[in-house]
T-cell receptor, first 115, second 111 residues
Framework: DAGVIQSPRHEVTEMGQEVTLRCKPISGHDYLFWYRQTMMRGLELLIYFNNNVPIDDSGMPEDRFSAKMPNASFSTLKIQPSEPRDSAVYFC?????????????FGQGTRLTVV | LAKTTQPISMDSYEGQEVNITCSHNNIATNDYITWYQQFPSQGPRFIIQGYKTKVTNEVASLFIPADRKSSTLSLPRVSLSDTAVYYCLVGDGTGRRALTFGSGTRLQVQP
């Protein structure tokens, strides 16, 4: 398996534009996580899904952020409208729930710059 | 999820053993302890996980005392490539499975 695949790797957009980040989890994994990382706030869990269903979105900062998982192999994180303070690295991760072990596999991230 | 406390940073030299301790005083019975490693410009990578006593794999060892209120990640004979941020996470394997990361420990290995 190629691991968790995120696209694009880099995104530069203007304030007010819509941004869509994409993630393909590892096949067979039933959990998917979206994180945001900044120097100031570190790694923040935004939302996670189990079997394509959103379980906890309490980390989503505002209504401008939305996430979907239409099927087991694809998820999107959308920001509309984008603002400069949304600039960060966004990571997607997936895991296979097997009892005590919860090893999450992370993608390479999408570096978002909003100007 | 139990709150964790780690040193902000540590320095070491190549070939030395590095021990990073994490405090988790309010760890619950069902919680296990997991460590991740993150290199610059990459996502975190799972290193090791344990519940009690000692766990060892090809990368590191994890020591957990009987009261489980702390844990120590041990990296034998570090190299420059071990320079990274190390995160300690504590959480249960059922119910809310979210992975919540703290501030981590920034390890700098020098030649």
């Amino acid at each position: 398996d190629a691991g968790v695949i995120q696209s694009p790797r880099h995104e530069v957009t203007e304030m007010g534009q819509e941004v869509t980040l994409r993630c393909k989890p590892i096949s067979g994994h039933d959990y998917l996580f979206w994180y945001r990382q900044t120097m100031m706030r570190g790694l923040e869990l935004l939302i996670y899904f189990n079997n394509n269903v959103p379980i906890d979105d309490s980390g989503m900062p505002e209504d401008r952020f939305s996430a979907k998982m239409p099927n087991a192999s694809f998820s999107t994180l959308k920001i509309q409208p984008s603002e400069p303070r949304d600039s960060a690295v966004y990571f997607c991760a997936s895991s296979l729930a097997t009892g005590w072990v919860t090893e999450a596999f992370f993608g390479q991230g999408t570096r978002l710059t909003v100007v | 999820l139990a709150k964790t406390t780690q040193p902000i940073s540590m320095d070491s030299y190549e070939g030395q053993e590095v021990n990073i301790t994490c405090s988790h005083n309010n760890i619950a019975t069902n919680d296990y302890i997991t460590w991740y490693q993150q290199f610059p410009s990459q996502g975190p990578r799972f290193i090791i996980q344990g519940y009690k006593t000692k766990v060892t794999n090809e990368v590191a060892s994890l020591f957990i005392p009987a009261d489980r209120k702390s844990s120590t990640l041990s990296l034998p004979r570090v190299s420059l490539s071990d320079t990274a941020v190390y995160y300690c996470l504590v959480g249960d394997g059922t119910g809310r499975r979210a992975l919540t990361f703290g501030s981590g420990t920034r390890l700098q290995v020098q030649p």
